[in-house]
């Protein structure tokens, strides 16, 4: 059974940084799109940035470039994002997702119902 585990979510002031980690368990596939996604109370979630561990093609939403850094440590089974530069609008439950086949580098085209694994989300808070 896969399961993905969420930490490293937290309080912190406009400016400062955070690094969120998703450990996964149980996952049988060498190859997979993982990607974080993010839900701020009354709204839709959105996607934030995806990564394909079997090239590390990574993708970004428009306004997180230059400010957050999907990466991996294959050794560790481990998604990371290293948000910098945090705004009040980064504000939400954050969530890192895996796709249940190898779509090879085509994460970017994926849909969020095409990430089958999900993990229960750590919240980051950004104040002003």
Do not use: H
């Not at 993982?34 to 709204?43: E, I, V, Y």
């Amino acid at each position: 059974q896969v399961q993905l585990v969420e930490s490293g979510g937290g309080s912190v002031q406009a400016g400062g940084s955070l690094r969120l980690s998703c450990a996964v368990f149980g996952y049988t596939y060498s190859s997979y799109c993982m990607g974080w996604f993010r839900q701020a109370p009354g709204k839709e979630r959105e996607g934030v940035a995806r990564l394909y561990t079997g090239g590390g093609s990574t993708y970004y939403t428009d306004s997180v470039k230059g400010r957050f850094t999907i990466s991996q440590d294959n050794a560790k089974n481990t998604l990371y994002l290293q948000m910098n530069s945090l705004k009040p609008e980064d504000t939400a439950m954050y969530y890192c997702a895996a796709t249940s086949r190898d779509y090879g580098n085509y994460c970017y085209m994926l849909r969020e119902g095409d990430f089958g694994y999900w993990g229960q989300g750590t919240q980051v808070t950004v104040s002003s």
